[in-house]
């Protein structure tokens, strides 16, 4: 059974920094993409960024480009996001997802940024 479990949400000052993790299990990890979305109160979820499998190219949206870094320890089975400089407009529920062929989600863990 597929099971992506995220963890290191929290309040946060703006400015702060804050490192989110997701564990997977259940799926060859290595071989999917994985990615972290987001979903603010009252809009779409939407893509932050993304590290392929093969060759863990990286991608991100445009608003977190340097000051987020998306990394993977496919010995481990964890997928990371560090979070630097965060701003109020940070704040959201942060979901894992894995994708191959369809994709698989977590339940997601709440950053909040305010002072």
């Not at 290191?8 to 989110?20: F, I, K, M, N, T």
């Not at 998306?70 to 959201?92: C, F, G, H, W, Y």
Request: charged share 15%.
């Amino acid at each position: 059974q597929v099971q992506l479990v995220e963890s290191g949400g929290g309040l946060v000052q703006p400015g702060g920094s804050l490192r989110l993790s997701c564990a997977a299990s259940g799926f060859t990890f290595s071989t999917y993409t994985m990615s972290w979305f987001r979903q603010a109160p009252g809009k779409e979820r939407e893509l932050v960024a993304t590290i392929t499998s093969a060759s863990g190219s990286t991608n991100y949206a445009d608003s977190v480009k340097g000051r987020f870094t998306i990394s993977r320890d496919n010995a481990k089975n964890t997928v990371s996001l560090q979070m630097n400089s965060l701003k109020p407009e940070d704040t959201a529920v942060y979901y894992c997802n894995a994708k191959r062929i369809v994709n698989h989600w977590g339940k997601g863990t709440l950053v909040t940024v305010s002072s």
